[in-house]
T-cell receptor
């Protein structure tokens, strides 16, 4: 079974630029999560989708971050414009509805904003 | 608001030593509890989880955790660590009936051979 795929793995941008991350969850997984993990901290949930609907985005900075999950499969997370404090690893995870909510994580995208 | 505390940020042990990593949460209702592990260069993966029933939960690689409701704790234990247990360990909590996971800040474990 293929795991959660994310791209790119690394990205360096200057502040005020925009950036997009892509995630392809495990096939058949209905739930998809985006997390932000700042160095020295645990993952912080940004947004959670169930199929193509948003179930929680309370911690998503909506003035600059956006995410979509068209057709309930893969997802993109965008930052526009980026700030220095957005430097972090962005993790995508997925889970099937019947797994007892175990999350399967991708390798993450490491973002550095200069 | 929910929160999760992992008091040990860095732990160094020799092989065969016993391990206990603390995890405390703040939430008065029913919770689901998880320990995730990230080995060097690998993805975060589930170590064990508690939803209900026996408060002593056994996971992969000889790890176990005990849910003590009165102490709002879910500490991770292993009787004898190996060099291969070197990793970062994260406790996570989800309030039942909600969607939001809260992760702790993680504990970096280094096991000396």
């Amino acid at each position: 079974e293929a795991g959660v795929a994310q791209s790119p793995r690394y990205k360096i941008i200057e502040k005020r630029q925009s950036v997009a991350f892509w995630c392809n969850p495990i096939s058949g997984h209905a739930t998809l999560y985006w997390y932000q993990q700042i160095l020295g901290q645990g993952p912080k949930l940004l947004i959670q989708f169930q199929n193509n609907g948003v179930v929680d985005d309370s911690q998503l900075p909506k003035d600059r971050f956006s995410a979509e999950r068209l057709k309930g499969v893969d997802s993109t997370l965008k930052i526009q414009p980026a700030k220095l404090e957005d430097s972090a690893v962005y993790l995508c995870a997925s889970s099937p509805l019947t797994s007892g909510e175990t999350q399967y994580f991708g390798p993450g995208t490491r973002l550095l904003v200069l | 608001a929910q929160s999760v505390s992992q008091h040990n940020h860095h732990v160094i042990l020799s092989e065969a030593a016993s391990l206990e990593l603390g995890c405390n949460y703040s939430y008065g209702g029913t919770v689901n509890l998880f320990w995730y592990v990230q080995y060097p260069g690998q993805h975060l993966q589930l170590l064990l989880k508690y939803f209900s029933g026996d408060p002593l939960v056994k996971g992969i690689k000889g790890f176990e955790a005990e849910f003590i409701k009165s102490k709002f704790s879910f500490n991770l234990r292993k009787p004898s660590v190996q060099w291969s247990d070197t990793a970062e360990y994260f406790c996570a909590v989800k309030a039942s009936g909600t969607y939001k996971y809260i992760f702790g800040t993680g504990t970096r474990l280094k096991v000396l051979a």
